[in-house]
Nanobody, 111 residues
Framework: QVQLVESGGGLVQPGESLKLSCAVS?????LGWYRQAPGKERELVAA???????NYGDSVKGRFTISRDNVKNTVYLQMNSLKIEDTAVYYC????????WGQGTQVTVSS
Protein backbone atom coordinates (compact mmCIF):
# COMPACT_ATOMS: atom_id res chain seq x y z
CA GLN A 1 0.00 0.00 0.00
CA VAL A 2 1.52 3.29 -1.13
CA GLN A 3 1.08 6.11 1.37
CA LEU A 4 1.23 9.81 0.58
CA VAL A 5 1.58 12.64 3.10
CA GLU A 6 1.07 16.21 1.93
CA SER A 7 2.20 19.40 3.60
CA GLY A 8 2.48 23.11 2.84
CA GLY A 9 -1.08 24.29 2.37
CA GLY A 10 -2.37 27.47 3.93
CA LEU A 11 -3.89 30.91 3.50
CA VAL A 12 -2.20 33.44 1.23
CA GLN A 13 -3.13 36.65 -0.55
CA PRO A 14 -3.49 36.98 -4.33
CA GLY A 15 -0.12 37.26 -6.04
CA GLU A 16 1.75 35.43 -3.30
CA SER A 17 3.50 32.06 -3.50
CA LEU A 18 3.16 28.73 -1.74
CA LYS A 19 5.00 25.42 -2.01
CA LEU A 20 3.39 22.05 -1.45
CA SER A 21 5.28 18.87 -0.66
CA CYS A 22 4.20 15.24 -0.75
CA ALA A 23 6.24 12.41 0.71
CA VAL A 24 5.53 9.03 -0.90
CA SER A 25 6.28 5.76 0.89
CA UNK A 26 7.49 3.97 -2.26
CA UNK A 27 8.98 4.87 -5.60
CA UNK A 28 6.27 5.66 -8.14
CA UNK A 29 6.23 6.00 -11.89
CA UNK A 30 4.12 9.15 -12.07
CA LEU A 31 3.51 11.70 -9.34
CA GLY A 32 1.14 14.58 -9.55
CA TRP A 33 -1.15 17.12 -7.98
CA TYR A 34 -4.89 17.46 -8.48
CA ARG A 35 -7.26 19.95 -6.92
CA GLN A 36 -10.93 20.15 -6.14
CA ALA A 37 -12.82 23.34 -5.42
CA PRO A 38 -16.27 23.33 -3.77
CA GLY A 39 -18.92 22.27 -6.27
CA LYS A 40 -16.38 21.39 -8.94
CA GLU A 41 -14.81 18.19 -10.20
CA ARG A 42 -11.30 17.19 -9.31
CA GLU A 43 -8.88 18.44 -11.96
CA LEU A 44 -5.26 17.88 -12.90
CA VAL A 45 -2.89 20.58 -11.76
CA ALA A 46 0.43 19.03 -12.75
CA ALA A 47 2.09 15.66 -13.16
CA UNK A 48 5.66 14.44 -13.54
CA UNK A 49 7.06 11.10 -14.62
CA UNK A 50 10.00 9.36 -12.99
CA UNK A 51 12.20 10.63 -15.86
CA UNK A 52 11.05 14.21 -15.32
CA UNK A 53 8.55 14.79 -18.10
CA UNK A 54 5.86 17.20 -16.98
CA ASN A 55 2.27 18.02 -17.81
CA TYR A 56 0.26 21.00 -16.54
CA GLY A 57 -3.36 22.03 -16.45
CA ASP A 58 -4.05 25.01 -18.71
CA SER A 59 -5.04 27.28 -15.84
CA VAL A 60 -1.69 26.96 -14.06
CA LYS A 61 0.78 26.93 -16.93
CA GLY A 62 3.50 29.52 -16.42
CA ARG A 63 2.65 29.98 -12.73
CA PHE A 64 3.11 26.55 -11.14
CA THR A 65 6.12 24.25 -11.31
CA ILE A 66 6.16 20.58 -10.38
CA SER A 67 9.36 18.80 -9.43
CA ARG A 68 10.38 15.58 -7.73
CA ASP A 69 13.24 14.12 -5.76
CA ASN A 70 13.51 10.44 -6.65
CA VAL A 71 15.93 9.75 -3.79
CA LYS A 72 13.52 11.16 -1.20
CA ASN A 73 10.38 9.93 -3.06
CA THR A 74 8.96 13.41 -2.72
CA VAL A 75 7.06 15.59 -5.15
CA TYR A 76 6.77 19.35 -4.90
CA LEU A 77 4.47 21.97 -6.33
CA GLN A 78 5.75 25.53 -6.41
CA MET A 79 2.79 27.87 -6.87
CA ASN A 80 3.50 31.47 -7.83
CA SER A 81 1.21 34.38 -8.67
CA LEU A 82 -1.65 32.69 -6.88
CA LYS A 83 -5.18 33.71 -7.79
CA ILE A 84 -8.42 33.52 -5.83
CA GLU A 85 -9.59 30.82 -8.25
CA ASP A 86 -6.67 28.61 -7.17
CA THR A 87 -8.48 28.08 -3.87
CA ALA A 88 -9.12 24.36 -3.49
CA VAL A 89 -8.12 21.20 -1.70
CA TYR A 90 -4.95 19.94 -3.34
CA TYR A 91 -4.40 16.20 -3.53
CA CYS A 92 -1.15 14.40 -4.16
CA UNK A 93 -1.41 11.47 -6.58
CA UNK A 94 0.91 8.57 -7.30
CA UNK A 95 0.68 5.86 -9.90
CA UNK A 96 2.42 2.58 -9.11
CA UNK A 97 0.47 -0.36 -10.50
CA UNK A 98 -2.60 1.53 -9.32
CA UNK A 99 -3.72 5.00 -8.28
CA UNK A 100 -2.99 6.31 -4.80
CA TRP A 101 -4.09 9.57 -3.19
CA GLY A 102 -3.06 11.73 -0.28
CA GLN A 103 -5.52 13.08 2.26
CA GLY A 104 -5.52 16.56 0.71
CA THR A 105 -4.28 19.94 1.87
CA GLN A 106 -6.29 23.16 1.78
CA VAL A 107 -4.99 26.11 -0.20
CA THR A 108 -6.93 29.32 0.25
CA VAL A 109 -6.16 32.47 -1.72
CA SER A 110 -8.01 35.45 -0.33
CA SER A 111 -7.54 39.16 0.16
Amino acid sequence: QVQLVESGGGLVQPGESLKLSCAVSESAFTLGWYRQAPGKERELVAAITYAGSTNYGDSVKGRFTISRDNVKNTVYLQMNSLKIEDTAVYYCHAYRAGNYWGQGTQVTVSS
